[in-house]
């Protein structure tokens, strides 16, 4: 599996435009997915061009609340592709779409990815199986990081958290992770590093993650 950040606050890659907002490229299970889509659509754009990302290979996108800076870059990426977009029931059907899937309840997207079903009937999580142990991706979690591991747990164990966090601070529940990479509006980030060193992934744009 490979998870490569494209829209982060900071950037990892100098190369790279950081903005306020969030979106990564998920690569598996022979398929790729645009996780958000960032708050401008010419900074996603820009930093997939940069980073060598084929609007035309991603199969789907996955939209998981609809604040601004995750939906922010959706039109213009909709206007050269016409991938399949799942958003929360909460989310107003984007423009350019063609075909949407509006979700509510927990749902197998593809084989070993799914949605969380819409949390607080405003933001869904996806999460990927790999082999026995569970890869969740947060757009803000807006519904609370607890509430959205419980939502995966019926997939299997979460062994790594990646994405927006907001506030959380509930630092215990990273006993049981292996990885947590942190970014966008997680108000913590440095607290989060300092416990927990070898546990920590940095984010930022052209951050690549491969599990």
Not at 32 to 43: C, E, M, P, Q, Y
Not at 121 to 131: A, T
Not at 147 to 170: D, R
Request: proline share 5%.
């Amino acid at each position: 599996m490979k998870i490569t950040i494209l829209y982060d606050n900071v950037a990892w890659d100098e190369n790279l435009q950081p903005d306020w907002g969030f979106s990564c490229l998920v690569e598996t299970m022979g398929k790729t997915i645009l996780f958000d889509t960032g708050a401008n659509g010419v900074i996603l754009l820009n930093n997939m061009r940069k980073l060598h990302v084929d609007p035309s290979t991603i199969d789907a996108v996955f939209i998981s609340h609809k604040h601004w800076d995750h939906i922010g870059g959706l039109s213009d990426f909709l206007r050269i592709s016409q991938a399949a977009v799942y958003i929360p029931a909460s989310c107003p059907k984007p423009p350019f779409a063609l075909n949407v899937i509006t979700v509510k309840e927990k749902l197998n997207i593809h084989e070993s990815i799914y949605s969380t079903g819409e949390l607080s009937n405003f933001e869904h999580s996806m999460v990927i199986r790999q082999d026995k142990s569970l890869v969740v991706i947060t757009g803000c979690s807006h519904p609370g990081v607890r509430q959205i591991l419980t939502a995966a747990s019926p997939f299997g164990k979460v062994s790594t958290l990646i994405g927006g966090l907001h506030g959380f601070n509930e630092y215990h529940l990273i006993d049981d992770l292996e990885y947590i990479c942190p970014v966008h509006c997680t108000q913590h980030i440095q607290e989060i590093k300092t416990r927990y060193p070898d546990k920590y992934i940095e984010g930022g744009a052209g951050k690549v993650i491969a599990i």
